[in-house]
């Protein structure tokens, strides 16, 4: 299993933990051993979820030029019409997709085109199914251009557990669909800001994988 790079520091501090409470149990046995043998194990417990965290998974991707795939392994917890007011300023369906902790944190391109904006936004961290979070949270907003249907947005979101937003896209940057272009640690939620017409794929409650769930079609 191959592990992010944004994981290295957490993924170090852990093994750090770790190691130090361990030494310490079989340096310093002051504890019995019904107390010292569920820390070890807690402690491990830890360093295993934190690696669990930050996995890097093998994912085939079939590239597709009329799909919008799924920038997330997450939930549908949103599909409505929307005014989009930062980019757009006019109506679009916004589809949002909740990473839970458990989820791979990675986020991948929907469609392959140019990268026509970028902007990191500071902000609140409401919890990620909180409506207003989508314009409140600290965020970071990507837009792609496709070379026949136009622009799409797609929105990187911090919640009440994740705090840190890795946006690798830049203007003028190639995208290419099902490649990587951020990370969210702890997972949280990315919005997926669609034309009217787009064929929508998923439903609400539905289960999606990064870079191979299609999420809607451009007609």
């Known amino acids: 299993m191959r592990l992010h790079r944004e994981g290295s520091t957490t993924i170090l501090l852990g093994i750090a933990f770790v190691a130090f409470v361990l030494f310490a149990l079989l340096k310093w046995p002051v504890l019995p051993l019904w107390i010292s043998i569920p820390i070890g194990i807690v402690a491990v417990l830890i ?29 549908v917890v949103v599909i409505e019409e929307v005014l989009e007011t930062e980019y757009f300023k006019d109506k679009r369906i916004q589809v949002s997709i909740f ?12 469609i392959s085109g140019t990268t026509t904006y970028t902007k990191y936004h500071p902000g609140k961290y409401l919890v990620a199914w909180h409506p207003k979070s989508s314009t409140e949270n600290e965020r970071s907003t990507v837009v792609t251009r496709h070379s026949r249907h136009g622009e799409i947005l797609f929105r990187q979101i911090a919640g009440a557990l994740a705090r840190r ?13 099902g490649r990587e272009f951020g990370f ?15 064929k929508i794929e998923v439903e609400l409650g539905q289960k999606v994988s990064g870079s191979t769930s299609v999420i809607a079609r451009f007609v």
């Open 47 to 75: 360093l295993l979820i934190i690696l669990w965290f930050f996995r890097v998974p093998h994912r085939e991707v079939t590239m597709d030029d009329s799909a919008i795939m799924s920038p997330c392994d997450g939930k």
């Open 165 to 177: 937003i890795c946006t690798y896209s830049q203007v003028g940057q190639p995208a290419v669909q």
């Open 184 to 198: 969210i640690k702890f997972g949280s939620r990315v919005d997926l800001l669609l034309p009217l017409t787009a």
């Open 99 to 110: 990473m839970s902790p458990l989820n791979v944190h990675i986020n991948y391109d929907p």
